[in-house]
């Protein structure tokens, strides 16, 4: 499509937008009396209206019936969790029996990484991204700590070549196969929050199950806005969190996946508590451990019903729309928003560089932007004018286009303030 820079057009292109009444579902902060433009729902997204209803539930619920709204509150607590299966399972490509929800994102992954981190003398060492979210760094650091080895030599960065900005997936592959039978477990994210870049996870997969590893992925920045096939793509696990393309509201639980070939090994080690135990017999209250065969057996506590509640609103938004849909109007929202950019660009005689790939294989829904000379003073200014962006060091500004909520008008306007931001 031949895109334009003017409002005419982005109000057409918002007019043909299926999900455009989606819009309205959510809660956009407010800035001079409009809604402000919102590029940071990579980070935090924003809250859907109905999300309300399913938190006040459980509140008139907990009052009504106190412990007895375990079983006869609305949806009951004892087996809310269960919910999330079906429409999880479809927006990470899995069997209903490979996701669960519990505890929140690094937590999850370390657990996951007591069952599946399991070095030995000879195979003890993790490939992972350069520049990983640093979360993911101080875990994988304490990880290979905790088992006693150093981590400059048991972390092996996978890193950007002089001058590039993206990973070659030719540079993945090679160090795996460099690696090879000391290699333990391949941790990748999914999508790289900086640079938003989308890795190949099929491939990656291969690649470490063909060098005798385990391979799992953190998929922050990917559950809920790209198009994932775990369950096929033969992942053995991965976790993700749900605030941020997810919408499930600040800090809130995670959700994870671990692959059915695992579900009925019962020699993994994990850290067990009475949720993961076997459902029919958990109130018996017996003293020896005995899993349930799926995701579920990695759960330790009772959940937490109140977080939930907002993740189950939240997943039964996408599970309505599809993440088919979803991805078609990412994909056109994002290359419009590249448009934009670049008209600008041109306009302004300004150097700003898009550091994230321009293939759309190899993007999802974010454009991270380097602003050679321009910078903070620019992302201030924006802010003040109601675009809603978030600053990374050294000069990169990162956009969102969430295409659940944002709409083409906005990239219009976006550039607008844009411009008078660069020659103010
Ligand atoms: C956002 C993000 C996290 C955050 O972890 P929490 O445990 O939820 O605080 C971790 N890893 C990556 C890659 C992220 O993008």
Request: aromatic fraction near 20%; hydrophobic fraction near 25%.
């Given at each position: 499509m031949i895109f334009q820079n003017s409002l005419a057009f982005a109000q057409q292109l918002d007019a043909q937008?299926?999900?455009?009444?989606?819009?309205?579902?959510f809660i956009f902060p407010q800035h001079e009396g409009k809604n402000v433009i919102y590029f940071t729902g990579n980070s935090l997204g924003l809250q859907p209206k109905r999300t309300k209803k399913f938190v006040d539930e459980v509140m008139n619920d907990w009052a009504n019936h106190a412990v007895e709204g375990h079983f006869?509150?609305?949806?009951?607590?004892?087996?809310?969790?269960?919910?999330?299966a079906k429409p999880l399972s479809k927006i990470v490509g899995?069997?209903?029996?490979?996701v669960t929800v519990m505890n929140t994102l690094t937590v999850n992954l370390h657990l996951l990484m007591v069952s599946?981190?399991?070095?030995?003398s000879k195979r003890y060492k993790i490939i992972c991204e350069e520049k990983a979210f640093p979360s993911d760094q101080y875990m994988f650091q304490s990880q290979v700590n905790f088992h006693g080895y150093k981590a400059e030599d048991a972390i092996v960065e996978i890193k950007r070549r002089e001058g590039e900005n993206n990973i070659r997936l030719e540079d993945i592959l090679t160090k795996i196969d460099e690696v090879g039978d000391e290699l333990a477990l391949v941790l990748f994210g999914g999508?790289?929050?900086?640079?938003?870049q989308v890795f190949d996870m099929k491939t990656i997969t291969e690649a470490g199950h063909k060098a005798g590893a385990v391979v799992g992925f953190d998929l922050a920045h990917a559950a809920g806005n790209i198009k994932l096939e775990l369950h096929d793509w033969n992942v053995d696990f991965a976790a993700w969190c749900s605030?941020?393309?997810?919408?499930?509201?600040?800090g809130n639980a995670s959700g994870c996946f671990v692959h059915?070939?695992?579900?009925?090994?019962?020699?993994?080690?994990r850290f067990a508590g009475?949720?993961?135990?076997?459902k029919e017999r958990?109130?018996?209250?017996?003293?020896?451990f005995d899993p349930?065969?799926?995701?579920?057996?990695?759960?330790?506590?009772?959940?937490p019903i109140l977080s939930l509640a907002p993740y189950l609103a939240a997943v039964e938004m996408f599970d309505e729309v599809g993440m088919d849909n979803l991805i078609s109007k990412r994909n056109q929202i994002t290359a419009y928003l590249e448009f934009i950019l670049r008209e600008i660009d041109k306009q302004v005689n300004s150097t700003f560089e898009?550091?994230?790939?321009?293939?759309q294989e190899e993007r999802a829904c974010q454009l991270s932007v380097f602003f050679?000379?321009?910078g903070r003073p620019l992302f201030d200014y924006l802010m003040k004018n109601g675009v809603i962006t978030d600053w990374r060091e050294p000069n990169v500004i990162r956009f969102a286009p969430v295409p659940f909520y944002c709409s083409y008008e906005d990239m219009y306007r976006f550039g607008q303030i844009l411009k008078q931001g660069i020659l103010s």
């Open positions: 937008d299926e999900l455009k009444h989606y819009r309205e579902e006869y509150a609305e949806r009951p607590w004892w087996d809310y969790h269960e919910r999330f899995a069997k209903s029996s490979e599946f981190y399991r070095p030995t999508v790289n929050y900086y640079t938003g605030y941020k393309y997810m919408n499930s509201g600040p059915e070939k695992h579900h009925f090994n019962n020699d993994l080690p009475w949720w993961g135990h076997n958990r109130f018996k209250m017996e003293p020896s349930v065969h799926g995701a579920d057996g990695w759960q330790i506590s009772n959940l898009i550091i994230t790939p321009t293939n050679h000379g321009e």
